[in-house]
């Protein structure tokens, strides 16, 4: 089967940077995605990783290596509004289907 | 543009009771849809995934039904709802790339 596993919670203070974890395991491996989702709303693409390295998308930044079956998402120059679940996605066939990591709740403070 | 609705926002169901959400996306044709289940503070759990009318698959057995009667139409269905059916209840669509684009939600509380 497939799991991915991320922290529950991380707190940072605005302006700082922060990194968010995602380990998985899976017996095939497309890419890995990251969302985000605001209390009570619907989860929003951030990044979409299927090779090795670094993908920047303005202040955030997504991580892969495949061969540690191990991504980050990386949050620069916090924002309050950053505040918010984050969560790792993993595709692991041709199908289009994703399977969603619990998340991690980030909690920006002044 | 492409939207993608939901209904209703918000339902309170007692135990047994039959159920059906409804998710329509505008603005595109052919998408693949989606639909998931999202407990309080935790990850989303792909129930059903459709890639065109009538061509349904299933992800996780359970209490619940899906159907596609038209391209952009994706309903969800229970003939008997359990409390462990309680969530928050997420469409979602894709068209061309990995990105899925999520409806806004139902919320669903079975008593």
């Known amino acids: 089967g497939q799991s991915l596993e991320q922290p529950s919670e991380v707190t940072a203070v605005e302006g700082a940077i922060v990194q968010i974890n995602c380990t998985y395991q899976?017996?095939?491996?497309?890419?890995l995605s990251w969302y985000q989702q605001h209390d009570g709303g619907a989860p929003t693409f951030l990044s979409y990783n299927a090779l090795d390295g670094l993908e920047e998308t303005g202040r955030f930044s997504s991580f892969l290596s495949r061969s540690d079956s191990y991504g980050y998402l990386l949050l620069q120059e916090l924002q309050m509004k950053d505040s918010a679940s984050y969560f790792c996605?993993?595709?692991?066939?041709?199908?289009?289907?994703?399977?969603f990591g619990s998340g991690t709740r980030l909690l920006v403070r002044p | 543009s492409q939207t993608i609705h939901q209904w209703p926002a918000t339902l309170v169901q007692p135990v047994g009771s039959p159920l059906s959400l409804e998710c329509t996306v505008e603005g595109t044709s052919n998408p693949n849809l989606y639909w998931y289940r999202q407990a309080a503070g935790r990850g989303l759990q792909l129930l059903f995934y459709s890639v065109g009318i009538g061509q349904i698959s299933s992800e996780v057995p359970q209490n619940l039904s899906a159907s596609r009667p038209q391209d952009r139409q994706f309903i969800l269905s229970s003939k008997k709802l359990l409390l462990s059916d309680s969530g928050f209840y997420l469409c979602a669509w894709r068209h061309n790339g990995e990105t899925q684009y999520f409806g806004p939600g139902t919320r669903l509380l079975v008593l």
């Open positions: 996605a993993l595709k692991e066939d041709s199908s289009y289907k994703l399977i």
């Open positions: 899976t017996s095939g491996f497309y890419g």
